[in-house]
């Protein structure tokens, strides 16, 4: 092993990266540093992107990263996520999560594909977002990240209690990891965004007690939580969000986002958003779809997803016409079973009333009319109002008690 480094040492300077096998290990120039690299780290990446990842990179664990999240929370810009604050500290010091972690496997799916075309290609519809038009990735990637843990295990010899995996469920901030292992950057659009995967990567991550030689962020030498790294002097995202929602370049105000209102809202949507919500009737891709890195985006192997086509072609009568069968019976599996129908009524209503469409006027009146839920008969009377149909609300009025209901009469 001496050998090695000695040969190595004496490259010049301004020789990047050079690695040299040694019986079983291996040495690699990073700039000035040498670091001595096991091969049963490559062997594992190659393992996990047999297990169906598109992304496979390693980040060291002995800085902090998301240092902008306590400010964030401070402004309130969670929303009703009060988790994200009961969480925060776990989510700033992985030791919290996993006494002795040294090293972060971040782990990328992607979600592209010319299948699911964007939003603006049929206007009329209800929108979905697209990682919403597939069987729920949680569960889909679990057996994955299962299989990943078993490889760990197998591969250097740890056991259960030496890693932690998550898919976007516990207190890690996987995009500020992704950044630093150079899967990608942090976009304007507080994204994270892939070379060669655009916008449309579904992350995952194992904290690990085991200590990985780190891959490289994008810009070595930049801090890689830099905001906008490779975005130049592109506003796209920020110019197309339809609410206003980026108080600053990769901040997102949660309250006035779309996504968050469509999905972790699980009361009233404010008044002053929902004409900006337009016919998104489950989460929001616009600052996503408008990003120019998206023109380098290849088709993932797709191995850990499974499409769910057919729900893109849901009209919005037979969502307005959603029972509790149904419901179970179409999304079953899908992310949108967390809404719940009441939640997915009052999207539909929203998106009725901004369809401009009168002929849905009959099954908003009922839904105003009859539906157990104050929240649903909330957003049916503001549709149906939106749409010119206050004559028909008449009995609708005299009878409602509810005060959520009562102040959508109001204007």
């Known amino acids: 092993m001496v050998t090695a480094q000695v040969a190595v040492s004496m490259l010049p300077i301004g020789v990047r990266c050079i690695r040299v096998h040694w019986r079983s290990f291996a040495v690699e120039r990073h700039g000035d540093c040498l670091v001595t690299m096991d091969p049963r780290q490559e062997d594992l990446r190659q393992r996990l992107g047999r297990l169906g990842f598109d992304d496979v990179r390693f980040a060291a664990v002995d800085a902090p990263v998301g240092q902008g999240l306590r400010p964030w929370l401070e402004a309130g810009m969670q929303g009703t996520m009060h988790w994200m604050e009961r969480s925060a500290d776990k989510r700033l010091s992985p030791e919290l999560v996993l006494p002795g972690a040294k090293s972060m496997i971040v782990l990328g799916v992607s979600y592209w594909s010319d299948r699911f075309p964007p939003a603006h290609a049929a206007p009329t519809k209800p929108v979905w977002a697209r990682y919403a038009l597939h069987e729920d990735y949680h569960d889909t990637i679990k057996p994955a990240l299962v299989a990943a843990g078993r490889a760990l295990e197998s591969v250097f010899g740890v056991g259960p209690a030496d890693y932690r995996y998550y898919v976007d469920t516990g207190p890690v901030l996987e995009r500020a990891w992704a950044a630093r292992a150079g899967v990608g950057f942090t976009g304007k659009n507080a994204m994270l965004i892939s070379r060669r995967h655009g916008n449309w990567l579904l992350l995952a991550g194992i904290l690990t007690r085991i200590e990985f030689t780190p891959d490289e962020p994008i810009r070595r030498g930049q801090e890689p939580g830099t905001i906008g790294l490779l975005c130049g002097k592109c506003t796209r995202c920020l110019d197309a969000c339809p609410t206003n929602a980026f108080p600053a370049p990769g901040v997102v105000d949660a309250r006035r986002c779309i ?76 992310p949108i079973k967390r809404l719940k ?9 929203i998106v009725a009333g901004n369809s401009g469409d009168s002929s849905h006027l009959p099954q908003l009146v009922s839904l105003a009319s009859t539906h157990a839920s104050a929240l649903v008969r909330a957003h049916a009377v503001w549709a149906v109002r939106k749409l010119g149909g206050d004559p028909l609300l008449l009995d609708v009025r005299t009878r409602e008690t509810n005060p959520i209901v009562l102040a959508e009469f109001k204007d």
């Open 259 to 334: 996504s968050y209102q469509t999905i972790e809202n699980k009361g009233v949507i404010p008044r002053s958003l929902r004409a900006g919500i337009g016919q998104r009737i489950f989460g929001c891709d616009v600052c996503l779809e408008v990003c120019p890195w998206n023109r380098f985006a290849r088709e993932g192997r797709r191995l850990l997803l499974a499409a769910r086509h057919d729900l893109g072609s849901l009209t919005l009568p037979e969502l307005l016409a959603m029972t509790p069968e149904r419901f179970a019976e179409v999304f079953r599996r899908t």
């Open 341 to 349: 129908l009441t939640g997915l009524l009052r999207n539909a209503c």
